[in-house]
């Protein structure tokens, strides 16, 4: 025991003597998420929202924003908002990009930096063409809101929400005809996630329903029931070709469990005739 | 026909003559038991790694922008491919169970006690190398599992003065790891580290056979004749090696593929969950992400001793300690239940290590 006792001391004592060494190594490595530091990089925006200088009403804007669908995205302030979040004193420069709130009929060119095809067919539609004319009328966060902003859903379409410019009847009839194809998106999703719990390969599929579904969100923008109704069939008939191949690859996981579960049968077997057989080797 | 062919063999290699002194002549300890066969399994395992590695090389591209895709298509495209390649993931991490418990039965049963230094430190090089083909092989599917439990554990050396940001670059080709870290970690993984176990393996085996095997303190025990003062190969009046012996190792052959294609079946996400089945992106951290499990309770205890260099340095001083063991504890006798305080240590250091593992991955 005192080899090892001797072996530790002189080992541990050079390197605590060179303590502290590594300083950059502490900040490079333990900064970082993996080695259990802070998920969210630092940024000015919410250093600044959530100080005390800050109005009440505006502190509440990154708890917000923490759980919504843009943050789950890492869509950042900065990216709809512009500026320099990682400079304090030019986060809201000009210089840096900063383009602030918009006013509200500048909201669709705001959200359209992104949702390109969206806006296009928003603007082509009443809701659209109201705001245009008469500057006022339903723009993208009155019924998406802005920075607690979700995954959007048909359940957006309501009643409550609906009724505070207009009659619901139009909006019902609209929501029935995007039901169905909503519904098979949605089973689509879940098959997807069950196939990836099984270890399998999604990505290609996963793309193919989030274009499907980015470019019937865009469709039914349009607020026109009868262009949705024609062109149900089209995407009904593209979702059809991906659920025919999750379909195929649910029934290949079949035969592969099947296949490896009969080789643990096999293996098994074996090992009992292999004992059985030992023991009439007894001496 | 048959008998002309076996005779013509038998007359230039003495097959008959090789058989009865080898195998049936060959005697092993009355009191061996099934931990005995653990060294068999983990031949057996490297063997299953090196087949279905062939199988995946034909197909594999070792390249940063088609490697995920290859791997992808060896999943559903070629025919049994999954089986293979899932055989060379969840066979990986059973050879460093199996080769674990080896390292534990061996060290409870002292069986590294002299004249069997060199084998032991054999033993651990192999350990280390294993660890070596685990960490390369980890990166080539270039997953975001990989290649951010790449990056983690590429980071450890750079905690060394002087040479660690050397080393950590020499390991990664460059800052981070990139296109060049898959080549060399590619390149490490079929044509360096295959030679360099292989040759550790014929050494391991050598000593096993030129000694003897050890005999176990438990059970009927004193049948090693005397100290060791010169050379001797240790004949044992036990059991025939075949068929009594060879039948165990066989038995847990089968049990070691049984629990292979049990996880394969049943658990086929255990060893790669979700973040395996997404390609690299450099520029995207996952929130949680770790290195493999193996490597969990000394990355644990990186993060936990505030000076990443004496960090570093008590993993150093513990791996130093743990290949040069038989040279430290020189004492002759070999049941550890007559030595409570090393019992003792060592239980302790395997329940720490287990709770760091623990600690790392929750």
Redesign the interface.
């Known amino acids: 025991?005192r080899?090892?006792l001797s072996?530790?001391i002189v080992?541990?004592l050079?390197?605590?003597a060179?303590?502290?060494?590594?300083e950059t190594?502490?900040r490079?490595?333990?900064s970082?998420?993996?080695?259990?530091g802070p998920?969210v990089e630092k940024s000015a925006c919410i250093e600044c929202h959530t100080s005390d200088i800050m109005k009440p009403a505006f502190r509440t804007i990154p708890d917000e924003w923490q759980g919504s669908w843009h943050a789950l995205n890492?869509v950042s302030c900065h990216d709809c908002h512009g500026g320099d979040p990682k400079d304090t004193s030019l986060a809201m420069s000009h210089v840096r990009g900063f383009v602030g709130k918009p006013k509200y009929d500048g909201v669709p060119g705001y959200c359209g930096k992104c949702h390109i095809g969206i806006m296009k067919t928003y603007l082509e539609s009443g809701h659209g063409k109201t705001l245009k004319a008469a500057k006022k009328g339903p723009n993208c966060v009155t019924c998406h809101g802005s920075h607690g902003i979700q995954r959007a859903t048909i359940d957006i379409i309501n009643e409550q929400s609906c009724s505070r410019c207009h009659s619901y009847e139009r909006a019902k009839v609209m929501k029935q005809a995007l039901f169905l194809t909503e519904k098979k998106i949605g089973e689509i999703r879940s098959s997807l996630k069950a196939l990836?719990?099984?270890?399998?390969?999604?990505?290609e599929d996963e793309k193919a329903v989030f274009s499907t579904e980015a470019e019937f969100r865009t469709l039914f923008h349009t607020i026109d029931v009868n262009l949705v109704k024609d062109r149900t069939d089209e995407f009904t008939r593209k979702l059809d070709n991906i659920e025919k191949t999750i379909q195929s690859t649910f029934s290949e996981l079949k035969v592969?469990?099947n296949?490896?579960?009969f080789?643990?049968l096999v293996?098994?077997g074996?090992?009992v005739v292999?004992?059985l057989?030992?023991a009439t080797?007894k001496? | 026909m048959w008998k002309k062919i076996k005779d013509w063999i038998e007359v230039r290699l003495g097959l008959d003559e090789l058989v009865r002194t080898q195998l049936r002549e060959y005697r092993v300890p009355k009191n061996v038991n099934i931990f005995y066969t653990l060294g068999f399994v983990a031949v057996v395992a490297y063997m299953i790694q090196a087949l279905t590695g062939f199988f995946l090389l034909v197909y594999y591209v070792p390249h940063s922008e088609h490697a995920f895709k290859s791997v992808q298509d060896i999943m559903t495209k070629v025919p049994y491919g999954w089986l293979f390649r899932q055989m060379h993931v969840v066979g990986g991490n059973l050879m460093v169970i199996v080769l674990i418990l080896h390292l534990l039965a061996v060290f409870f049963m002292g069986s590294y006690k002299k004249p069997r230094e060199l084998t032991w430190v054999s033993g651990g090089l192999m350990l280390a190398t294993v660890f070596l083909f685990c960490l390369t092989g980890f990166l080539l599917p270039w997953s975001q599992l990989g290649y951010w439990a790449t990056t983690i554990v590429t980071s450890m050396p750079a905690a060394f003065p002087y040479v660690g940001d050397f080393v950590a670059n020499l390991l990664r080709g460059g800052d981070h790891v990139s296109g060049p870290t898959l080549n060399r970690f590619f390149a490490l993984h079929i044509a360096l580290l295959p030679p360099i176990l292989v040759a550790l393996m014929g050494f391991h085996l050598f000593l096993i056979r030129r000694i003897g095997i050890s005999s176990s303190p438990f059970g009927e025990s004193g049948e090693e004749s005397g100290p060791w003062v010169g050379y001797r190969h240790e004949q044992y009046h036990g059991q025939p090696f075949y068929p009594h012996f060879f039948l165990k190792e066989v038995f847990m052959c089968m049990v070691y593929l049984a629990v292979m294609f049990f996880f394969i079946t049943f658990m086929p996400t255990f060893f790669a969950p979700e973040d395996a089945n997404i390609q690299a992106d450099p520029l995207r951290t996952p929130a949680h992400i770790r290195p493999e499990w193996y490597f969990l309770a000394p990355y644990q205890m990186l993060k936990l001793i505030p000076n990443k260099f004496l960090g570093i340095s008590v993993q150093v001083i513990f791996v130093a300690v743990f290949l040069l063991w038989p040279f430290i504890d020189t004492r002759e006798k070999k049941n550890i239940l007559k030595r409570p305080f090393l019992l003792t240590v060592i239980l302790c250091g395997l329940t720490l290590w287990a709770a760091l593992t623990f600690w790392g991955r929750y």
């Not at chain 1, 970082?32 to 259990?36: C, E, F, R």
């Not at chain 1, 990836?196 to 990505?203: L, P, R, V």
């Open positions: 025991m080899y090892i072996l530790l080992l541990t050079a390197p605590a060179m303590a502290g060494y590594r190594f502490q490079e490595f333990l970082k998420p993996w080695a259990g998920i890492e990836k719990n099984e270890g399998i390969y999604t990505a592969r469990k296949f490896s579960a080789l643990t293996f098994a074996l090992a292999v004992a057989l030992t080797y001496e």
